[in-house]
């Protein structure tokens, strides 16, 4: 196929990007950093060191201590805060957004936690996809090219079926969720099918991570959240939604 052998046969450039591109990428990085240093102007003065980002479960309860405090006060700028942290880490594959996930649930409850992080993750996602789409071809090529052949591969099979196949990647640990965000552009993905089977195939994870927040006091490791009935219920999910594909090559 076309898609493999040019992806089998590109060269690995030392430095994959270019000065444009990398100028792209560090405007995109100076507009949020200014979203931030909005936010924090806006706040009261007082000692913010605990503003980190969480890397462990122990760091994820000093940081939602702190921000209960704010919460009800100042709402709008920890909304603001929190939709501009995890929309960056989204869109440069910043590992967290889980942490930032149990976050939503600790400070917002369930309902309102599952809308922020379904929204924050969606647009983090389609900022990722816009971003590759512009200068991810040589950065995808040089760090996953066999497993862009094989994502190329199987989104050329699918087509007809394409939305179907997607959210069962969104709703499975088949392929990265990271890598997915940078690969859809390059391998032709449709941003509306991309933007639906993010927005509908994120909520299941959403909503046992935003629920599991809400007692983040009794979580021991981030291994707790997924337990085999989480793991087996997101499978069965993902398993139904690429049925009606399966079921179109078995009449083929």
Excluded at 128 to 152: A, E, H, M, N, T
Excluded at 182 to 207: E, K, M, Q, R
Aim: glycine share 6%; charged share 15%.
């Amino acid at each position: 196929m076309d898609g493999r052998e040019e992806v089998k046969g590109s060269k690995r450039p030392s430095f994959p990007l270019s000065f444009w591109e990398v100028s792209v990428a560090s405007t995109v990085v100076i507009a949020f950093v200014l979203g931030l240093f909005g936010v924090y102007f806006t706040m009261p003065a007082s000692d913010y060191s605990f503003l980190k980002l969480p890397r462990s479960l122990q760091d994820l309860q000093i940081l939602r201590d702190h921000l209960e405090i704010y919460t009800s006060d100042y709402t709008i700028q920890v909304l603001v805060g929190y939709c501009v942290v995890y929309i960056f880490m989204q869109t440069f594959m910043i590992p967290g957004t889980v942490f930032m996930s149990l976050l939503a649930g600790a400070l917002f409850g369930v309902f309102k936690g599952v809308a922020l992080v379904v929204f924050t993750a969606t647009a983090g996602a389609s900022s990722c996809y816009f971003l590759s789409k512009v200068i991810g071809r040589p950065l995808v090529f040089s760090l996953w090219p066999d497993k862009l052949s094989f994502f190329q591969d199987q989104v050329s099979q699918r087509r007809e079926r394409l939305l179907n196949y997607m959210l069962f990647l969104r709703l499975t640990p088949t392929l990265p969720n990271t890598f997915i965000n940078v690969a859809s552009p390059i391998v032709d993905v449709p941003y509306h099918i991309f933007f639906l089977a993010t927005f509908i195939g994120l909520i299941p994870a959403a909503y046992i991570t935003v629920r599991a927040g809400i007692a983040l006091g009794e979580l021991q490791s981030v291994g707790d959240l997924y337990d085999f009935n989480s793991i087996a219920t997101l499978f069965l999910i993902g398993v139904v939604s690429v049925t009606p594909t399966l079921m179109s090559k078995t009449k083929s």
